[in-house]
C-alpha cells in the first residue's frame, strides 16, 4: 500500500477490520502438535491406487493452495488437473521419453548416485494410475488485452499487454506448499516430480505462453503394496536457529 505526504491512503483495494480467531493456548498447542503429527506422516510415494478419489477434495485443495500470499497479490500460479485417461497416457508417454534420456545421457553422475539410494528411474506408469494429475504453472507475466481503435490507415497494434509480476518463483512455491499440506490432511497421497525437462506440457495442456511449467502432483490413494524407502529429517536443531 502507498501512502500520500498526508498519511491519506491511495490504494486502489478498499480495507475492511481483519477477520482473525485468536485461539487459547491450550487449543493453539493441540491444533498444532495435531498438524505437525500428520505432516509428519507425509510420504512422497510412487506406487499408487487406482481407486477414485472425491474431486471435492480436489477442489478445496486447490482452493486452499489459492489462498496463499503472493507478490503484489498479483496470484501468479494456474493448477491444471488432468483426469482424462487419454491425456494422462499421452503425458506418460512424453514424460518417460524424456526421462530416460535424462537417465542415460543428460543428469551427471552425482546426481545419479544422489538418486540411487531412492529407487527412482525413468518409469513413471504412475501418471496413468492415478485419477488426478494436478500440474502447477507458474505465470511468469500476466496478458491484458489492449483495446483497439480504428486501425484502417495506421500499423496494427499488439493486442495484449504484459502485466509484469514479482517474487513468482516464490509466490507458486508457497501456493504448492498449501497445496500438498491440504492434501495430506485429507489422507491422499501425493508425488512432487518435475520431468526434465517439462516445457511440453504447456503445449499438451493448452496453455499460454506466459505460464510455465513447475511442478507435476500425481494424487491419489497408496497401492496396497506400496513400500518407501526409511528416510529421516533433520532434527529441529538442525533447522532452527534462535538468536
Known sequence: MSETTSGESTSIYPFAPLQFERLEPEEALRRSRAFLESMRGRRSIRAFSPEPVPFELIENAIATAATAPSGANQQPWRFVVVRDPELKRRMREIVEQEERESYEHRFPPE???????????????????????IVAFKEDYG?????????????????????????????????V??????????????????PSPMGFLRELLGRPRNEKPFVVLPVGYPAPDCRVPVLSKKSLDEVMIVK
Open 143 to 175: 496478458l491484458k488485452p489492449v483495446e483497439q481503435e480504428d486501425q484502417t490507415e495506421t500499423p496494427a497494434k499488439p493486442t495484449e499487454k504484459h502485466i509484469k509480476h514479482y517474487y513468482v518463483t516464490e509466490s507458486v512455491g508457497i501456493a
Open 177 to 194: 506448499g498449501f497445496l500438498i499440506a491440504s492434501l495430506q490432511q485429507t489422507g491422499l497421497a501425493v508425488l512432487t516430480h518435475t
Open 111 to 133: 546426481w545419479l548416485s544422489a538418486l540411487t539410494p531412492l529407487g527412482t528411474d525413468w518409469h513413471k506408469e504412475f501418471i496413468e494410475i492415478v485419477p488426478y494429475v
